[in-house]
């Protein structure tokens, strides 16, 4: 009986009863069927060694990286705007794991609220635009910057707090900077949505076309892995690790901790509020909708995915979670049940993420 | 219109505190925030128009409304219960050991799949718990109850009172609070530490079934998204009480309950929900150690 109860036709067994109030008897037999073949799997897919590409640490040569930028430059001449329209999606997406991932990933802090600092990017430069006609470049760092003073302001409460609370505060405050853009109607127009913002102009030019704005957002996604992969080897980055391996030890090697998950903070929202000027300036409309806790945790999902701690696991991640659903454009529905449970199955069988690094002790 | 505000506001304070139970419970000893425990409560919810449906359409429901609806809430116990104890031993268990972060990310995976998976074999359309509890009410004061806030703010006070019995008197709720203390030392003294923890996942998720059941009859309507928000708010219970502090998330509850329902009604009705973020946030900031909890020292 005992034995029984440890075998996966007990497993599979529990999961098609648990299911079978809320849907017909015949997915329960095929969710069984479906389980039972999993756990089977399980032990083989343990042992499946993924062979680590090696990058080096000096950022963008070698021959992958180089392969890499050279096949995304020349896209725009093979493929569709409608893909291009989904690339450039890929890039926005990419710029926000990359700032989450200076939170998450090099020092170890959660934020399960990063979409909020993507909205007020994307607000900043939309109010900007609409409301002053201010243009895309003087709005650029005045929004990057302004996501990075909100990233401070909360940072400093918040910082006081460890792991699980931290992650929380910070879900609140995505929260409420959800709700308020939804509720301030005199100011934000509420759940429509402010429309007709300006696309990008250089001399009188408009980037609002989709190949001059791919090359747009292209080049900020390497100009942000530069400067990113530069901090992340620097004294800074030495200190943001020794923050996410151990925070007592990395204060008492003399560290300020306090003053460098700030610093975090403070640099990984900078980036999410260059992706939401890039958003608002490419949709031309954004509203509250764009900007829920899914959000926050679609772009945790894409840090993780590729691996914690590493920036180009967070491009791969990005890259994954945007590409595939349109190539499972059938499966639309079952995008996020999918996510779900690739999330519980990689923190289980691979908590290091598909290229992360060894070592995964975030958080801890 | 004061009074009347109390007693809205105690009854939704009672279901919170019902939920905040179990985040509590779990947090006291593990050490974390067991995300998906919102979506038991949507669960519980789903189930009970669910059995009510089986019980109406066999005719139980017409000929005995009472008992029709007390084996609804029986039933959905028993599933969520099921729901819990499977979670923790699929999501939580092999992680038990791993960096804090992978539960918790684990959770939100749990949650993620929770929801979407009644969305698609529910609908994502609102669904109607049957109304059969009539409109008596009974005033005092120039303020009026309904007879199901009046079976809510009951029925959520006895089981708070069974809990805390329960942990107080017997064998088992002894070895909890020997686990929460120190988890190593209490499976030293010969707790089977594993069963420990599915008990008390299998409670918390009993608690929050029937929370779920409850608020599906009081607001008549049910959504896969509903898990969120209550969960969110009843871990600000938990947390404003002091989390791992079981009489905290009570009363953590009740205040809650009570701000939130004096705050729609003489602030703004708009902010609603914000003002659960808000003092949570205050809370954390000022006193994270809530209401009635004790600072831990961290452990290096």
Not at chain 2, 31 to 48: D, R, T
């Amino acid at each position: 009986m005992k034995r029984f109860l440890h075998s996966p036709v007990a497993s599979a067994l529990c999961a098609a009863l648990l299911f079978l109030p809320l849907k017909d008897l015949k997915s329960a037999v095929i969710l069984f069927v479906f389980v039972l073949a999993g756990i089977s799997a399980a032990p083989y897919i343990r042992k499946l060694k993924i062979p680590q590409i090696p990058f080096k640490a000096s950022g963008l040569s070698g021959f992958l990286p180089v392969l890499t930028i050279t096949i995304f430059a020349l896209l725009p001449f093979a493929l569709k705007d409608y893909y291009l329209d989904v690339l450039i999606m890929f890039g926005i997406y990419a710029l926000l794991a990359l700032g989450l991932n200076v939170i998450v990933g090099f020092t170890g802090q959660l934020n399960l609220g990063f979409a909020a600092f993507y909205a007020i990017g994307a607000y900043t430069y939309a109010l900007l635009n609409t409301r002053l006609g201010l243009g895309f470049w003087p709005s650029l760092p005045i929004a990057a910057c302004f996501a990075s003073l909100s990233g401070l302001v909360l940072g400093v409460p918040a910082l006081r707090l460890k792991g699980d609370y931290l992650a929380i505060v910070t879900l609140g405050f995505g929260e409420i900077v959800r709700i308020v853009l939804n509720n301030w109607d005199t100011f934000t127009k509420g759940p429509n949505g402010i429309a007709g913002i300006e696309p990008p102009y250089i001399a009188g030019f408009s980037l609002g076309k989709l190949q001059y704005y791919y090359y747009l957002v292209f080049m900020v996604v390497i100009a942000a892995v530069f400067v990113i992969r530069r901090i992340e080897f620097s004294k800074t980055g030495r200190a943001w690790l020794a923050i996410k391996e151990n925070e007592i030890a990395a204060s008492t090697m003399g560290i300020d901790t306090t003053a460098y998950k700030l610093y975090a903070f403070a640099f990984g929202t900078f980036w999410a509020g260059i992706a939401g000027t890039l958003f608002a300036a490419k949709m031309q409309f954004v509203s509250p909708e764009s900007f829920t806790f899914m959000e926050s945790v679609l772009i945790l999902s894409m840090v993780i995915l590729g691996g914690i701690g590493n920036v180009y696991g967070s491009i791969l991640g990005a890259f994954i979670l945007v590409i595939m659903p349109e190539l499972l454009r059938d499966a639309q529905l079952y995008r996020m049940l999918i996510l779900g449970l690739c999330l519980v199955v990689l923190m289980i069988f691979r908590p290091q993420g598909l290229i992360g690094a060894k070592d995964a002790s975030a958080g801890r | 219109m004061l009074l009347q505000q109390l007693i809205n506001g105690l009854t939704v304070g009672c279901v919170y505190a019902v939920i905040a139970l179990g985040y509590t419970m779990v947090y006291g000893i593990l050490e974390f925030i067991n995300f998906a425990h919102g979506e038991i409560y949507m669960l519980g919810a789903y189930f009970g128009i669910i059995f009510l449906a089986l019980f109406t359409s066999s005719g139980l429901a017409a000929s005995n409304f009472p008992l029709a609806f007390a084996l609804t809430v029986l039933l959905t116990i028993l599933f969520c219960s099921a729901y819990g104890f499977t979670i923790e031993k699929i999501a939580y268990r092999p992680l038990r050991k791993a960096p804090r972060l992978s539960p918790l990310i684990s959770a939100i995976g749990i949650s993620i799949f929770l929801q979407n998976y009644v969305m698609i074999t529910q609908g994502a359309t609102d669904k109607v718990f049957p109304q059969k509890f009539g409109d008596a009410s009974f005033n005092f004061l120039g303020a009026s109850a309904t007879s199901l806030q009046l079976i809510i703010i009951f029925a959520s006070g006895l089981m708070m009172l069974g809990l805390h019995l329960f942990i107080r008197k017997t064998r088992t709720g002894k070895a909890m609070r020997a686990t929460a203390q120190d988890m190593t030392m209490a499976s030293l003294v010969g707790i089977n530490v594993d069963r420990i923890i599915s008990v008390t996942f299998i409670i918390g998720a009993g608690l929050a079934a029937a929370a779920g059941v409850m608020v599906a009859a009081y607001y008549g309507l049910v959504n896969y998204s509903i898990g969120y928000v209550a969960g969110i708010k009843a871990f600000t219970a938990a947390v404003l009480g002091g989390i791992g502090n079981i009489p905290g998330a009570m009363l953590g509850g009740v205040v809650l309950g009570l701000i939130e329902s004096l705050g729609s009604a003489y602030v703004s009705a708009e902010y609603k929900d914000v003002y659960a973020f808000i003092i949570l946030l205050i809370i954390l900031l000022i006193k994270p150690s809530g209401l009635l909890g004790t600072s831990v020292e961290e452990k290096v």
